[in-house]
């Protein structure tokens, strides 16, 4: 999967813009503030409908416009597609494949791109919240049903708090409150979707976070990682890291015939807190993603340059299980102002860690950042403008580059 071009209309600095992108690496150059990580969010935004810098969609339209137009022409298994998303400031959304409508959510089926950026730093030192939205965008990408699920799921966890926060007020016995039995089964039933996706995914990271974590860092520290959930109550440290078995071995994967009672008889526990607190303090909102180096918490333990190398040992390992099952090929690499945060050696390791994907887009300020060979094709951009686009150089057949 490749961008062909990229037309905005009103979006951040943007009063307009047209990009057209080569296959192969891409790379945007520019002073900061100038626009160039605006480029990239709103092909990330195709792609999750959402930004990776700011939670509401209103920051994403130009001051003073009412809407924001990302236009983007996408090559797909030898297929062209035009993808269309208008973000409006005070009304639903819109969003259309080849100029029909479709409904918005159902975007990222169309496209799927993996996004790096120094935001995800926090998914090794920051708050479950963070590590949660990681494993659920990349649910959708594998599986767009997942869209739909994870809505619904929240959904339905706002009403239940709701009718605890209700049952707190007029103080109503656990045993009275039949109408919650109902809520119940809709959040075990989607909640157990969730689960079981999420440990289905995990699985499939973790082989690859490891040998991604040794390939960017040069060294082998046991990068490893576990899906640490509420309903099947493992017993955690201080730390937040599940407690080993004796034999040390990650915890069990489990499907969702055995997930949905463990959920349904982890909220019966619950239940006098949860009346208490007016809260749902069972399900995959309360679960995390442990990440570890040399059986550490890495979030405790690691150091600044390691845990810049999870983070881009997560991200290239969710590369690597899309390029694995996805029919359109290869997802879209986005490394938004990346390398001025590593040293040389894990510069060019990065550099060779992408250097076979279809398409890389690259953000910098500083070009002598990015290794040479991915700046065969420049942008280079100024105030919300693009002032010049260097075609890559042609190279006669049978020639080798200079």
């Known amino acids: 999967m490749r961008v062909l071009h990229l037309s905005l209309t009103d979006f951040r600095n943007y009063e307009s813009a047209e990009v057209s992108f080569a296959r192969g690496p891409n790379l945007f150059v520019g002073r900061n503030g100038q626009g160039k990580t605006n480029l990239v969010e709103s092909l990330g935004y195709l792609a999750t409908l959402s930004s990776h810098r700011v ?23 030898d297929r062209e597609l035009l993808a269309e998303v208008q973000i409006n400031r005070s009304s639903p959304n819109r969003a259309q494949i080849n100029r029909g409508a479709i409904k918005p959510r159902e975007l990222p089926r169309y496209f799927s791109s993996i996004l790096f950026a120094p935001e995800d730093l926090a998914l090794v030192r920051g708050e479950p919240s963070g590590r949660r939205r990681f494993l659920d965008e990349l649910l959708v990408a594998r599986s767009p049903r997942f869209t739909g699920v994870l809505s619904d799921y929240e959904r339905v966890l706002r009403q239940r708090n709701t009718l605890l926060k209700s049952a707190r007020a007029s103080r109503v016995p656990a045993d009275k409150l039949s109408t919650l039995d109902i809520w119940d089964d809709r959040l075990v039933s989607l909640g157990t979707e ?47 890291a599940p407690v080993a078995t004796s034999s040390g071995a990650d915890p069990e994967r489990l499907t969702a015939l055995q997930i949905e009672p463990l959920f349904r008889d982890a909220l019966r526990r619950v239940r006098p807190s949860e009346l208490d607190r007016g809260v749902t303090l069972v399900g995959p909102h309360r679960d995390d993603l442990f990440l570890s180096l040399n059986g550490l918490p890495a979030r405790g333990y690691a150091s600044h340059g390691e845990s810049w190398s999870f983070a881009l040992a997560l991200k290239l390992a969710s590369a690597a299980v899309l390029r694995t099952d996805s029919v359109t090929g290869d997802p879209v690499i986005v490394l938004d102002d990346v390398f001025a945060e590593l040293d040389r050696s894990r510069r060019e390791r990065l550099a060779d860690a992408v250097a076979d994907y279809e398409q890389v887009l690259i953000t910098a300020a500083v070009e002598e950042d990015v290794p ?21 150089a042609r190279v006669a057949d049978g020639e080798e580059p200079a």
């Open 372 to 392: 040479e060979r991915l700046a065969a094709h420049t942008v280079r951009i100024s105030k919300g403008t693009i002032v010049t686009d260097e075609e890559p």
């Open 55 to 77: 939670s509401s969609d209103s920051a994403l339209i130009r001051q003073g416009r009412d809407a924001a137009i990302v236009r983007a022409r996408l090559e797909s298994a």
């Open 194 to 240: 969730i689960i079981a996706g999420r440990d289905e995914l995990v699985t499939l990271l973790r082989p690859r976070v490891a040998a991604s974590y040794s390939s960017v860092a040069g060294d082998d520290h046991a990068a490893a990682l576990a899906l640490v959930t509420s309903v099947r109550d493992t017993p955690v440290d201080d730390d937040g």
